[in-house]
């Protein structure tokens, strides 16, 4: 027992694979440099070190070859709940103090099945039962590894769900009596949350000033008020549930008047809008491709949203909020160019280096670089095709989906005379889009 209990421990500590592949004649998709044809991709010890034709495999790396084959950037997810269980403490409209790192589940099939879709990195989010809800973790698909802490991308910012609307209202103005019951009284909540963190950051700093002398008695830490005084400090971003534009003006405003300037909105229906306003702020749009009506406050939108929201020089993305649409990412990107007629690297770039924007993580994925991780998805056609395949999907330099290799058990089994509804029913716990599967196969 107790060697067992050491070799737990000893994998606990480990560090993180990272592998040497050398990809070979492929068409490279750089979203930010362009494309390459025949071209080779060389990754040493998890890092991007050389992009060029006709490279030397170093000894030990592992040779892919990509002839015929279409490789870009993993994709990203900005707003995902795979790797989670319960992600809703709905016990307060404010719960700052808890955060999903605490809690993920690197054996979730969902991750595997994420890398089955070319998708690398996933946002893990709170749910949207509280105005101010937990703290967020950004998280890289490396399936196979039996440490929690293994799927955190060390290094990225650190982030925090926000909600606005129907979400809060219900869970704590109908079922708990208190506010917010309105959505005037979702903004006084963030309103009174930043007020106090201010009062909390003023004692420590007149604790700090007068400890000099030897006398002085510190407050009281408070988890909740030092998580919300990084936000206002900057060191924190905040990822906003949203649907309606006046909502997503409201939450900008209170931003402004308390100095916070890191803020990105999910699923935006509205954005489209007040797009230029969200570009006048700096805030990004994290949208969903063509989902809306399932309910009340979301029955409005468009499938141009996300064409209106870039047009307009809002940094977007597009996201599945589900483990079954994550696998999905690149067809969901190539609907722009349906509706908007987005170029193809314009519309790659809703799922690789805005996301990474939005995360603060694009000076280290998102795009074929030099010196970047070395996070790739291979498809046999363009990903933008609605007949393309995913092939490799790569983290860190190590080949974590190879869809020769896949094994039947690591599958969904799908019967096609039958609707499966049970990986979709999993979800609803975090109600970011509660009442949305009833709607579908109860009224269909």
């Not at 900005?78 to 989670?84: G, K």
């Not at 603060?360 to 070395?374: C, F, L, P, T, W």
């Amino acid at each position: 027992m107790l060697f067992l209990a050491l070799c737990f421990a000893n994998l606990l500590v480990a560090q993180t694979q990272k592998g040497s592949i050398h990809i070979k004649n492929g068409t490279i998709l750089t979203i930010t440099q362009g494309n390459l044809e025949n071209t080779d991709v060389l990754i040493e010890n998890g890092i991007i070190t050389q992009v060029g034709e006709n490279l030397k495999t170093p000894r030990g790396a592992q040779v892919v070859d990509a002839t015929n084959q279409f490789v870009m950037p993993g994709i990203i997810d900005a707003h995902s709940h795979i790797a989670l269980d319960a992600v809703n403490e709905a016990t307060n409209p404010v719960t700052a103090e808890v955060w999903t790192g605490d809690v993920l589940n690197p054996l979730d099939i969902a991750i595997y099945q994420a890398l089955a879709g070319g998708v690398t990195i996933s946002h893990a989010m709170h749910g949207s039962a509280n105005a101010i809800g937990g703290q967020c973790e950004t998280i890289k698909h490396r399936y196979g590894t039996y440490n929690p802490n293994d799927l955190k991308m060390v290094g990225a910012p650190r982030t925090i769900k926000f909600a606005l609307g129907e979400n809060p209202m219900r869970v704590h103005g109908e079922g708990n009596k208190i506010v917010p019951r309105t959505r005037m009284g979702v903004e006084q909540v963030f309103r009174r949350a930043f007020s106090e963190a201010k009062e909390y950051m003023t004692a420590w700093e007149k604790y700090e000033k007068e400890s000099a002398n030897g006398n002085a008695v510190p407050p009281m830490y408070n988890r909740r008020m030092e998580t919300l005084a990084d936000i206002l400090r900057g060191d924190i971003i905040i990822h906003c549930h949203s649907y309606r534009a006046d909502e997503i003006l409201m939450l900008m405003e209170v931003c402004k008047d308390f100095g916070v300037s890191r803020l990105v909105y999910q699923h935006v229906n509205e954005g489209f809008k007040v797009a230029p306003e969200l570009a006048e702020f700096g805030a990004g749009a994290s949208v969903f491709s063509d989902w809306w009506a399932y309910k009340f406050e979301v029955y409005y939108s468009t499938a141009y949203n996300a064409t209106i929201l870039s047009e307009n020089g809002v940094v977007t993305s597009i996201n599945s909020d589900s483990r079954e649409l994550i696998r999905h990412l690149y067809h969901e990107a190539a609907k722009t160019q349906r509706y908007g007629q987005l170029a193809d690297n314009d519309a790659l770039a809703l799922i690789t280096i805005n996301p990474a924007k939005q995360l603060g993580i694009a000076d280290r994925v998102g795009s074929i670089e030099k010196g970047k991780d070395g996070d790739i998805a291979i498809f046999d056609k363009h990903p933008l095709s609605i007949y393309t395949i995913p092939q490799m999907t790569i983290v860190d330099g190590v080949v974590r989906f190879d869809i020769k290799e896949d094994q039947d058990d690591m599958r969904v089994d799908i019967n096609p005379e039958k609707v499966e509804t049970s990986m979709l029913l999993e979800e609803e716990d975090h109600r970011c889009m509660e009442g949305v599967y009833e709607y579908l196969f109860h009224n269909h």
